[in-house]
């Protein structure tokens, strides 16, 4: 996964009565013009001349405000145009997979499986289904009548607001404390940032010297001013503590620093935002990662816990696996906070293991999400399970890792989540328990395994052909290890690895009279002696020679096996 490709800090501005009724009357004013400005340009729609149009629409708001407000709110304008019609056709593309999916299963006689396709269980559920299909089919036709036309409906403000509106016993709000909430909201004052400008904004400008905020007031509202230049400065002053020597160094060289003013109305608090644009970095593949013999945490997303499992440069895992608990449930900062603190604890793990980056998978349920009642069970385990699918944070788990670990130095390497649970118990859940000796194993420590080997390059099968950890307790070949293998070249046989049986050898427990210890081999009287049986003999010679028969007899039958005929 890509750095990320900026930063954002916050420090609280302890207004005064007077302070926060001057910015409360800017952003106001600002609001409702750059309101009248999104609806114009949703009403342009997706058209070539755009840019000539915002043009116009900047001239039109600088009579008004300002040069520099007009070009915030303009741009403002122009990117919750784009996010907006980016998420209709993400609608566009979830209602296309809910009407195929309900369509493919209506096609299909109740109770009977064709094809693959089961059909609905009962005539009762396929009628529910099709007026289902009917009302999918009705908003995916009024969404691609939106996106023809460029048009994307757009609250300012929050539609989930809207909505409390009409609910306010439901909400435990008054409808004064509706109102504040709506008009905190809807207020404008962000200053996109300005390279060569004092201190890297000239329309809000914080002095790093004293923490000094000042504010240009638009045009109709300069009497307001109580600074030089149409300027007013409040009371309080801002330190920025969170990387504060970052800020430092972009407003000493003038490099643009973008800032917003929000107010929260139920804590009854401002705030003071700067972001800025990172430099974007070219990050090592997975190949390169393998080459420098990097350490990765692998790490799987699950309902209710992180399981991580550190895994070296070959693939194999190392030490024992780790199960982190992560509590998601109540308000969405109660959410957001128990996340931090479980992602705080994987880059402390990683950083303590000698990890150089992390492993996760690239989830996005998108969709299971859309078609989550067709193929995700009925009922009440239905249900549940669906509820369990939609309340892993997996974007927001990956977002968070990404800022987070970029931080203290780490990479975060996202793969491909296909089959990792499924071959990760198949071949590695074995191994890790063998492994492990006071850790219980579970599927997602393995499937993390299966993580980490794909974030490397590797597959995930394991390879045959070494040695056990314990040759003295474990007198068997493990799989477990996967060290890249000598390939023939030429007409010659592979070459032999340390462990593996001579040819003609029979693997073990397969002779007739299996037995172990220094018992002779059988000899076959009369007629001539099998090849297999007189190839084998100079061998065994040769290990007895060499001491291996003796205190390791058991595991040398274990290994080999019977050697008579």
């Known amino acids: 996964m890509s750095a990320p490709h900026g930063a954002r800090i916050r ?10 009724e001057v910015l409360r009357i800017v952003g106001e ?10 609806a114009e340009r949703v009403r342009i729609g997706t058209v070539a001349a755009r840019e000539n149009r915002r043009a116009a629409r900047k001239r039109a708001l600088t009579r008004v405000s300002s040069s520099r407000w007009a070009g915030a709110i303009t741009r403002a304008s122009e990117d919750q145009y784009q996010l907006s019609l980016r998420c209709l056709l993400d609608e566009r593309t979830s209602l296309r997979r809910a009407v195929a999916k309900i369509r493919q299963r209506a096609e299909v006689p109740c109770g009977r499986r064709v094809d693959g396709v089961r059909g609905y269980s009962s005539r009762a559920e396929r009628a529910q289904k099709q007026c289902r299909l009917r009302v999918l089919t009705a908003r995916l036709a009024e969404v691609e009548v939106r996106i023809e036309a460029g048009h994307p409906a757009i609250v300012v403000g929050g539609r989930r607001l809207v909505k409390t509106r009409h609910n306010l016993t439901a909400a435990e709000l008054t409808e004064q404390q509706w109102r504040e909430r709506w008009d905190a909201r809807r207020m404008f004052l962000t200053a996109d940032g300005e390279s060569g400008a004092p201190y890297g904004n000239y329309t809000i400008t914080v002095d790093p010297a004293d923490g000094t905020v000042t504010v240009v007031l638009p045009g109709p509202l300069r009497q307001l001013a109580n600074a030089p230049r149409g300027r007013y400065r409040v009371a309080c002053t801002v330190t920025f503590n969170h990387r504060r020597d970052e800020w430092l160094d972009r407003v000493t060289a003038r490099r643009a620093v973008r800032y917003d003013i929000t107010h929260d109305p139920v804590r009854g608090r401002w705030y003071l935002d700067a972001s800025w644009s990172g430099v974007r970095t070219a990050l ?44 998601l449930t109540g308000s969405a900062s109660r959410r957001d906070g128990h996340l931090r603190a479980a992602i705080t604890e994987l880059v402390d793990l990683a950083r303590a293991n000698g990890c150089d980056g992390l492993a996760i998978e690239n989830l996005g349920f998108g969709d299971a999400r859309s078609t989550g009642r067709e193929t995700m069970g009925r009922g009440k385990r239905g249900k549940a399970f669906r509820r369990t699918v939609a309340g892993l944070p997996t974007a927001r788990f990956r977002e968070r890792l990404r800022s ?3 931080h203290r130095g780490l990479v975060v390497v996202a793969v491909d989540p296909s089959y990792t649970s499924r071959w990760g118990r198949r071949y590695w859940q074995e191994a890790l ?7 219980v194993v579970t ?35 493990a799989a477990g290890q996967t060290v890249p293998r000598p390939t023939a070249h030429g007409t010659t046989s592979p070459p032999r690895t340390t462990g593996t049986p001579m040819r ?4 073990a427990g397969t ?6 210890g220094s018992q002779p081999p059988k000899t076959v009287r009369g007629g001539d002696r099998p090849v297999r049986e007189m190839a084998i003999r100079p061998t065994v010679a040769n290990i007895a020679r060499n001491g291996a028969i003796g205190p390791t007899s058991g595991a040398l039958c274990d290994l080999y096996g019977d050697i008579g005929p």
């Not at 499992?309 to 895992?317: L, M, Y």
């Not at 328990?433 to 850790?439: E, L």
């Open 29 to 38: 004013y600002l609001g409702g013009h750059a309101r009248a400005d999104l």
């Open 504 to 507: 003609g050898v029979r693997p």
């Open 443 to 477: 599927g997602h420590h393995a499937a993390a395994v299966a993580i980490g080997r794909r974030a490397l390059g590797h597959g995930t099968r394991r390879r045959p052909g070494v040695t056990a950890h314990d040759q003295r307790i474990v007198a068997r070949r």
């Open 433 to 439: 328990r063998q492994q492990s000796k006071t850790t």
């Open 284 to 327: 090592p593949t997975p190949v390169e990662l393998a080459a420098a013999g990097a350490r990765l945490l692998a790490v799987d997303l699950n309902a209710g816990h992180l399981a991580a499992c550190v895994v070296d440069a070959h693939g194999n895992p190392v030490g024992e696996p780790v199960t982190l608990p992560t509590d």
């Open 404 to 406: 987070m670990a970029h």
């Open 511 to 516: 002779g007739a009279n299996s037995s172990c």
């Open 11 to 20: 420090d609280r501005l302890r207004l005064s009565g007077r302070d926060a």
